[in-house]
């Protein structure tokens, strides 16, 4: 079955730096695009990146334009999210997704159980 696993999370002050790990098992995992779903409190889940299946293409929502990357290993079946210059804002739990294609769409079918991120001083 499928499985995807985050870790990673935790509580940094604003202006710092987190690396996020998904470790995919169970399915053809560079078959599909993936990416970083993330929730605050009260709000609605936001795309945040994507990347597709090759690796080739890569989406991020604008507030986190320049601060976040994206990239998968599809030997090791891992999507890491480099976070720097964190912002409050940023807060919220983190999810690892799939996508139902090799590219990016938005459309997320499979989903890890999230890693807290807590952007305070």
């Known amino acids: 079955q499928v499985q995807l696993v985050e870790s990673g999370g935790g509580l940094v002050q604003p202006g710092g730096y987190l690396r996020l790990s998904c470790e995919a098992a169970g399915f053809t995992f560079d078959f599909f695009a993936a990416g970083w779903v993330r929730q605050a409190p009260g709000k609605e889940r936001e795309g945040v990146v994507c990347?597709?299946?090759?690796?080739?293409?890569?989406y991020s929502t604008n507030s986190v334009k320049g601060r976040f990357t994206i990239s998968r290993d599809n030997y090791e079946n891992t999507v890491p999210l480099e976070m720097s210059n964190l912002k409050p804002e940023d807060s919220g739990i983190y999810y690892c997704?799939?996508?139902?294609?090799?590219?990016?769409?938005?459309?997320?079918?499979?989903w890890g159980q999230g890693t807290q991120v807590t952007v305070s001083s």
């Open positions: 990347i597709s299946s090759s690796g080739g293409h890569t």
């Open positions: 997704a799939t996508e139902p294609t090799d590219s990016c769409s938005g459309e997320n079918d499979y």
